[in-house]
């Protein structure tokens, strides 16, 4: 098997004309991805980013300390005076949005939305447990949208 990219450019306008050339169907697989990333095309314009300000997976432990691998982690989220705080367990996740004004909280990983819940009055809401790799939290209420950064929650 060769290194890629080629490392001569005679040979990978070779190789990327060959797949050009190659007209063989396009797998589900990559037409989904597609699809999910065509629809959230200009969702980045329209929300406000929230920054990641704290992560219990990252908080340094005194020496000696040992961390239990079951536990809960905490993640908290900030832009402006709108604040996001997240407990990730393996169950799910339970949320916080701050200031509360109802509203609905959608989660979507890189193929696209995978799951939504109604924010309370008290601004708490649940989702289920996010999917392997980055996930991204948009919330919508009556005065705001929001998104967390991106962030690998398992």
Known sequence: MEPWPPAADDA??????????????????????????FSWRTVDAELTIAELTFDSACDAEPAGAVRSGGGSRTLSFRSGPVVVEIE???????????????????ARSATGRYEEAPV????????????????????RTTGYAVATAWVSLR
Do not use: H, K, N, Y
Not at 21 to 31: T, W
Not at 88 to 106: D, E, F, K, N
């Open 88 to 106: 990730v367990t393996g169950t799910g996740i339970v949320g916080q949005l701050s200031p509360a004004r109802g509203g609905r909280v959608a």
């Open 120 to 139: 309370d009055p008290v601004g708490f809401f649940t989702l289920g447990v996010p999917p392997s790799g980055p996930v991204q939290l948009c919330a």
């Open 12 to 37: 990978l306008l070779a190789e990327l004309g060959a797949a050009l050339r190659d007209s063989g169907p396009v797998g589900e697989e990559f037409l989904t991805a597609a699809l999910a990333a």
